[in-house]
């Protein structure tokens, strides 16, 4: 079937069912929590509409970026027979609220805004996005998801009011135990379990994020090809390393010694 995001302001977009809750690189328990979420939204419509309460769930997802925020969004319209609904870039008050009635339109729908942040400095005026989310007229059937890079940039009638985002989840940059695991997914055999668990240490230390550790194995890889080789070597990461320490500023050389992380 032709699966399409209806982005209203914009063109529609397209996409596959091909991520999985398994698949998904973050902490057991924040997963657990948000599934759950969402498989209890689906399955509770009859409790809403008899208690006379409409069937709207909101949650929000913060943190920086590159840990997996939208990967969430991505995995929620894969596992889950949801009409997806966002926005275009630079859109105004009009376009969320197109967005909100044609989601209603579509029952059950996941709504999802990212960058709720900078949306609500830019775009849109913040009580106009609150009426639609919690105003007279009754919402049912949206899942309404919004994720943020700060959340201290939202105000406390968005973050601390439930009915409006009901649960907020902090979604973290990967500790040395996700680091490892993530790490392992791309390199393999390449790198040792002990020493890409050391490896996996300085990317925590450091504050990798999952997109950076991913650019890792990327950027190696490129290293590689570009010397017509099919496998990176040890200075294949070195380098590769060394250009996403700089990226970062996390080093003023710029230059890590990596010899004890490789065979």
């Not at 063109?11 to 498989?39: A, M, N, Q, R």
């Not at 009011?161 to 390449?190: C, H, Q, T, V």
Request: neutral net charge; proline residues 4%.
């Amino acid at each position: 079937s032709n699966l399409h995001i209806r982005v209203v302001e914009g063109d529609d977009l397209p996409y596959t069912k091909d991520h999985t809750w398994e698949d998904l690189f973050l902490p057991e328990d924040i997963k657990l929590e948000i599934k759950g979420l969402v498989e209890n939204f689906l399955s509770s419509k009859d409790f809403y509409l008899q208690n006379r309460i409409p069937w709207k769930r909101g949650i929000l997802l913060y943190g920086k970026p590159g840990n997996g925020k939208t990967s969430i969004i991505r995995t929620i319209m894969s596992a889950y027979n949801f009409k997806p609904v966002t926005i275009a870039a630079g859109a105004n008050d009009e376009s969320v609220r197109e967005a909100f009635n044609y989601a209603e339109e579509q029952s059950p729908a996941l709504l999802y805004f990212e960058d709720l942040d900078s949306l609500l400095e830019k775009n849109v005026d913040i009580s106009s996005f609150l009426n639609l989310m919690d105003g007279i007229a009754a919402k049912n059937g949206l899942l309404v998801l919004a994720t943020a890079n700060n959340v201290k940039k939202l105000a406390t009638n968005i973050t601390d009011r439930p009915s409006r985002f009901d649960r907020k989840f902090e979604i973290p940059l990967p500790n040395a135990e996700m680091a490892y695991i993530y790490l392992k997914k791309w390199f393999g055999n390449l790198i040792s379990v002990k020493k890409c668990k050391e490896l996996a240490k300085y990317a925590a230390k450091y504050e990798f994020s999952y997109a950076y550790l991913k650019e890792l194995y990327v950027s190696a890889m490129f290293e590689a090809l570009g010397h017509n080789r099919k496998l990176p070597t040890e200075k294949d990461v070195q380098n590769a390393l060394d250009h996403l320490v700089k990226d970062k500023n996390l080093l003023n050389s710029g230059a890590v010694n990596m010899d004890k992380y490789f065979k």
